[in-house]
């Protein structure tokens, strides 16, 4: 209920002042976990952003486009540590596929992709990946739209880019696939 959800966000903005009043100059990455009991935990710790261009490779196995996960941040990250897992030393990040053989995201980014001089783009939520903060402020300013991706269309793209609320825009360049996740 709406009465609910306002002190909840009164508490965390609370909460998140309190523990990072004392932080030294720089920047800090802040994570925030909310337990179905209504406890809060924050993790607090300095963050260096990337600072080179990364290696991405394309996951071998498929992912279930409709698994309730895929739609939501969760502590539940098993697919995305499986991915991680099997991926060779030197690759930053591994782009996850569906069962249909469409791109979806990265295992912490979504990915975007630009052709020629046109608009980026980046998968659909159909697909199956996270609605990023940072994805959903490029679709709404219209410097980015949805459209199914394939790992072939990555050889053909002129730039790709990974990004993330906290990272921002990730320059990177494609690597060979890993084994199954």
């Excluded at 993790?43 to 990337?50: G, I, K, Q, R, S």
């Excluded at 998968?123 to 903060?133: F, K, M, R, T, Y």
Aim: glycine fraction near 8%; charged fraction near 25%; charge should be positive.
């Amino acid at each position: 209920d709406a009465p609910l959800r306002q002190r909840l966000g009164e508490r965390v903005r609370r909460e998140l002042a309190a523990r990072c009043a004392g932080l030294a100059a720089g920047s800090w990455r802040v994570r925030l976990r909310l337990a179905r009991s209504g406890e809060l935990t924050f993790d607090v710790e300095p963050f260096a952003p990337p600072r080179h261009v990364w290696t991405v490779a394309i996951a071998a196995g498929a992912y279930a486009s409709t698994e309730v996960t895929a739609f939501h941040k969760t502590t539940r990250r098993e697919r995305y540590a499986a991915a991680r897992a099997v991926a060779p030393a030197g690759v930053d990040e591994v782009l996850l596929v569906n069962e249909h053989g469409e791109l979806t995201e990265g295992t912490r980014t979504n990915l975007m992709v630009q052709f020629g001089a046109g608009p980026w783009v980046t998968p659909p939520l159909e697909a199956g990946l996270l609605p990023g903060v940072f994805r959903e402020s490029l679709l709404r300013r219209g410097e980015a739209i949805e459209a199914t991706l394939r790992p072939r269309d990555l050889r053909r793209a002129h730039r790709i880019r990974l990004v993330n609320a906290l990272r921002g825009w990730i320059p990177v360049r494609l690597a060979p696939p890993v084994g199954r996740a």
